[in-house]
């Protein structure tokens, strides 16, 4: 792929630190691939913006490959690249532009999640998944969409593991917040509480969660807790997007599910921002979508011995827990 440039679009972060790391994940990718021109760039928060990194990738290329580096499709996956892509093309029209899906929440990563999540359960000296807890912690989106994705993480989970509660979080934007789901799991009777944050590389939400856990490890001091790590440099990531661009190649995943969509032009014009800044002006943390009908992620079984899990209005905790079983 001498005439072809592979542009990996992170989504940005104000720490520093997660920008270097998609620039040190790019340097590594090239090593592993030194065939491949191999480029990065961010949406925001960055020296180099996405108008600029497409500019570069065009440069000298016949086609470009662009691939959207961000786990949930929002608005940035589906508004913001394909704008700028057709912008690209208007500017670059001898050069062929195509876009990939983003990394998604598919079977590749839900091992990358499960990787994690047998290491944390190591790390609590291997108790009983009956009185163990997960808590998959997400970014959180407007899109419900994007939420939803991580919700079928967190089903697949429940259903491949002994695990009776498997529960939903957002860091921002979406409920339930981490302390939230902490409550409710302690309630239902967890000694022992698996949080894994579904974070691709570190940033000033990963730093939000350590403080937060460290608030929380203070207030339940009879709960043993277990904290996951971003997992970017995970080799089940690498693997992700060189099928993406295997994809391109065969033609299978050549679009978003947005690109060319006349629905998303007329979106564009309430949801597109100027991302022409370095430090933006989006706070992800921010309470403007609160809504109080939680969309927790909780499972529930009928074993007949009082186990079944509280739907999301809260009910009181039963007594007993019976493993459920995987015939």
């Known amino acids: 792929m001498t005439d072809t440039t592979i542009l990996l679009v992170g989504h ?16 590594e990718w090239r090593a592993r ?20 990194g497409l500019d570069r990738a065009a440069a000298g290329a016949a086609r470009v490959i662009v691939i959207p580096f961000i786990l949930n499709a929002a608005g940035h996956v589906k508004m913001e690249i394909p704008a700028a892509i057709e912008h690209a093309r208007r500017r670059h029209p001898g050069v062929a532009f195509e876009c990939t899906r983003h990394l998604g929440m598919g079977r590749e990563l839900f091992k990358v999640l499960m990787s994690q999540l047998d290491r944390l359960m190591h790390e609590l000296h291997m108790p009983d998944p009956c009185t163990t807890g997960v808590i998959l912690l997400g970014r959180g989106s407007s899109d419900a969409g994007a939420n939803g994705e991580l919700a079928k993480m967190a089903r697949w989970i429940f259903e491949d593991t002994d695990h009776e509660l498997v529960d939903l979080a957002f860091t921002g934007v979406a409920w339930p917040r981490l302390e939230t789901a902490v409550q409710r799991q302690v309630r239902l009777g967890m000694t022992q509480i698996a949080v894994v944050p579904v974070y691709l590389f570190t940033g000033v939400l990963i730093e939000r969660i350590d403080a937060q856990l460290a608030r929380l490890r203070a207030q339940y001091p009879q709960i043993a807790f277990a904290l996951g790590t971003h997992f970017g ?3 089940g990531i690498f693997e992700l997007v060189e099928a993406r661009v295997a994809g391109a190649e065969t033609g299978e995943t050549s679009l978003l599910e947005c690109d060319g969509c006349k629905y998303r032009l007329a979106a564009e014009a309430e949801h597109l921002h100027d991302h022409s800044h370095t430090a933006g002006h989006h706070d992800h943390g921010g309470h403007g979508h609160h809504r109080h009908d939680h969309g927790h992620a909780h499972h529930s079984r009928d074993h007949g011995q009082g186990c079944s899990h509280e739907s999301a209005q809260h009910r009181a905790p039963h007594a007993g827990c019976a493993h459920h079983s995987h015939a």
């Open 12 to 27: 940005g972060s104000r720490k520093r630190a997660g920008n270097d790391e998609i620039e040190r994940f790019a340097a």
């Open 33 to 52: 691939r030194p065939e491949w021109r191999i480029e990065a760039c961010f949406i925001e928060y960055a020296d180099v913006l996405l108008d600029t």
């Open 233 to 235: 440099f995970d080799a």
